[in-house]
């Protein structure tokens, strides 16, 4: 790679095991020069195969011309990302993301990239599992088209080595009997969402006596414009509720207004875990279903509105998939270096090219 060294530790050293898609006819750029192109253009805010092109030809001209890289055109970098192993960098990533953080609860959402199904490709639905404590994505599966993400519940934790006494939190989809059983067979724990979907396990929840239950946590807050209140009341389950593994349930009633108004708006949601009452407090458990909606709020949602994820007009082959897990390797890498203002980081990795390389593990020796 010229004059350059890579961080072990880094996530480019982690990639490196990715193979070149290109026959070795032709080739101008080594794979490994695009490589750096494509993570750390991305980690600057490059949303599309021009502005990652165009990130390697201005913005970062004079330090990848040191690092003995050239800047290659953007049909080059598209065709790339059509057909590189999309599986396999998910792999990669995942286990550097895991490598460097401690896992205690993980979060488990999906989402459709709608830019791509609307171009007339294929539908694009990936399944995600990040770390509630940084943020930062463990694994990622795609959802096959005629399938939805029930079948990739197991398939995607397949990729976490070590999941004892890991806490994983999912909706209502995965509120499934078998993957209770699946988790519990890993030593791991689980908090779902009980919703209609699975109406005798609703009804069995919603007739537990909660008015005599008392208040476990309760919290106030404001947010948005908005009051917004949450209470939190879990029992032990003895028996009679007909869901594996169940040790307790919760009853999480939120209520929100607009500063000033005077009539709140009321949601009742009811949780089942495998958490003893001992390991599960109601605050423990309020604070691990919150933290939950981080994969909506801190991957999900920063994808569309930083990234632009569901207006690309990468629509390829592989590419928006990997486009997509392009992404989340720059959402983890900033997430585990401490960063909580993503859009300011990546606005300092745009104006500043030697903040992008160092970020991804490179150094001039």
């Not at 980690?43 to 502005?51: I, P």
């Not at 399944?127 to 940084?134: E, R, V, Y």
């Not at 959802?143 to 976490?160: D, Q």
């Not at 632009?308 to 390829?316: A, F, K, L, M, T």
Request: hydrophobic share 40%; glycine share 10%; net charge positive.
């Amino acid at each position: 790679m010229g004059p350059v060294e890579i961080d072990p530790g880094a996530v480019l050293a982690a990639l490196c095991g990715l193979p070149d898609p290109r026959k070795k006819r032709g080739v101008r750029h080594r794979f490994a020069h695009l490589l750096v192109i494509m993570v750390c253009s991305v980690l600057a805010g490059a949303t599309s195969l021009v502005e990652m092109a165009e990130w390697a030809a201005d913005t970062a001209r004079d330090q990848l011309a040191v690092l003995g890289i050239g800047t290659p055109h953007a049909t080059t970098l598209g065709r790339v990302l059509e057909r590189l192993d999309a599986d396999l960098l998910d792999r990669l990533a995942g286990s550097w993301v895991q490598a460097a953080a401690t896992v205690t609860a993980v979060a488990i959402d999906g989402k459709e990239v709608r830019g791509a199904k609307n171009g007339g490709g294929t539908r694009v639905h990936l399944l995600s599992g990040i770390d509630q404590g940084t943020g930062a994505v463990l694994m990622q599966q795609n959802v096959a088209e005629k399938h939805n993400e029930i079948t990739y519940f197991k398939p995607l934790l397949e990729g976490v080595k070590e999941l004892t006494g890991v806490i994983v939190t999912a909706d209502a989809l995965h509120t499934q009997r078998e993957h209770a059983v699946y988790l519990h067979g890993r030593g791991a724990h689980f908090v779902l969402t009980v919703k209609a979907n699975q109406p005798k396990l609703h009804d069995q929840l919603r007739s537990l006596p909660w008015n005599r239950i008392r208040s476990g946590s309760k919290t106030l807050e404001t947010a948005n414009g908005r009051e917004i209140e949450r209470t939190i009341k879990c029992v032990g389950l003895a028996g009679g509720i007909n869901f594996p593994h169940a040790a307790q349930a919760g009853q999480i009633t939120r209520k929100s207004r607009p500063i000033g108004a005077r009539k709140w708006n009321t949601e009742t949601v009811y949780i089942v875990t495998s958490l003893k009452p001992a390991a599960g407090k109601p605050a423990h458990i309020g604070a691990l279903v919150r933290g939950h909606w981080a994969i909506e709020n801190g991957l999900h949602w920063r994808r569309d509105v930083l990234y632009r994820e569901d207006h690309s007009q990468v629509r390829r082959g592989n590419a928006p998939r990997v486009m997509a897990s392009l992404r989340n390797t720059a959402i983890s890498i900033l997430r585990l270096e401490g960063e909580t203002n993503l859009a300011k980081a990546t606005r300092a990795a745009r104006n500043y090219p030697l903040r992008a390389l160092k970020l991804a593990g490179l150094t001039t020796s």
